[in-house]
């Protein structure tokens, strides 16, 4: 219900009117692991973002295949700079208004209208991170207020406040995008040469990959036998590629999950960390994922 919600947001004045903001997003909260490698890419955006005189912070963009890891990477900045994070999915649809604020009917008695400040826009106010994620799908019309957000003006102009709302001087913006976005749709000149530097995130190494899974899941530890069993089904089905770090997760999280059931254990168990994963069940898991068949033995 619109009434819940709202009464759960905090509020402002600004420009005359009162004005709800978005919510950040508490990766903390969400989010189990830690990030594996990638400490070159956060060094580059931490001192993208350094203050230097003459010039504002500068808007880094990452590029990279799916589920490479480029909101972790977002997620570890804000833990690391202690900043809020505010995130605005990008998609065809969004307009200016998903950008700098929004106006729905009220259901307060006192008010005709709530006034909602979008993500990117709470992010300025605030003095928090935004992350403008799958830019790559955003339509240039919808891009537009962006040139002033991320030059030295660091204005949003929102139509519905009839006003500008200038960036609290924390304020960070990062963008990602999908490789294959990025080459199919291009963005536009005015944007992409604000958004720099751009940051190439490449699909990790197996040792990598082995790092992330073992960081991830306690049970499968120091199973390096797991492991070696992934990289020869891979090199079976896959050969020429890598797979991604969400791929990989996927496996060894489905084949956790085969060997509870087995077991016969629910949902609520919680003495699963010393359940044995089987071969067998990561071979499943990896078929049923990786090759999208079914184990037949
Ligand atoms: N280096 C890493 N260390 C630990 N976990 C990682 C790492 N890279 C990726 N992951 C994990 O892999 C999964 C996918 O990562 P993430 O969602 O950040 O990818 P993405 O690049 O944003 O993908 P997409 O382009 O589809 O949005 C997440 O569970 C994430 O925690
Ligand atoms: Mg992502």
């Not at 819940?4 to 905090?10: D, H, I």
């Not at 139509?159 to 999908?178: E, K, Q, S, V, W």
Request: glycine residues 8%; proline residues 6%.
């Amino acid at each position: 219900m619109m009434t819940s919600r709202m009464t759960s947001l905090s509020s402002i004045e600004l420009g005359g009117k009162h004005v709800f903001l978005s919510p950040s997003y508490d990766a903390g909260a969400r989010h189990a692991g830690d990030l594996i490698g990638h400490e070159d890419v956060l060094r580059t955006v931490l001192a993208a973002w350094q203050q230097q005189p003459g010039m504002p912070p500068m808007a880094p963009l990452l590029v990279g295949p799916p589920g490479v890891g480029k909101n972790h990477i977002v997620y570890e900045l804000a833990r690391i700079t202690g900043k809020r994070l505010w995130i605005l999915q990008g998609h065809e649809d969004v307009t200016a208004d998903d950008i700098s604020c929004a106006v729905r009917s009220s259901d307060d008695p006192t008010r005709k209208f709530d006034y909602i400040l979008a993500s990117p826009a709470t992010a300025m106010h605030e003095g928090g991170i935004v992350l403008f994620d799958e830019i790559g799908k955003m339509r240039p019309r919808a891009l537009a207020p962006l040139a002033s957000v991320t030059d030295e003006r660091r204005t949003l102009f929102s139509n519905l406040l009839g006003d500008g709302i200038l960036a609290h001087p924390g304020f960070r913006f990062i963008a990602a995008t999908n490789s294959v976005d990025l080459d199919a749709e291009g963005l536009p000149d005015f944007i992409r040469s604000r958004l720099q530097p751009v940051i190439q995130i490449g699909l990790p190494g197996r040792r990598e990959i082995g790092r992330i899974v073992r960081s991830r899941f306690e049970r499968i530890g120091a199973k390096d036998e797991l492991m070696s069993q992934f990289w020869r089904l891979w090199d079976a089905h896959r050969d020429g590629t890598l797979p991604s770090p969400r791929e990989t997760l996927h496996v060894f999280g489905l084949a956790m999950g085969l060997a509870d059931v087995d077991a016969g254990l629910t949902d609520e168990a919680t003495d699963r960390v010393m359940l044995m994963v089987q071969p067998r069940h990561l071979e499943e898991a990896f078929l049923r994922i990786c090759v999208n068949t079914r184990a037949t033995t």
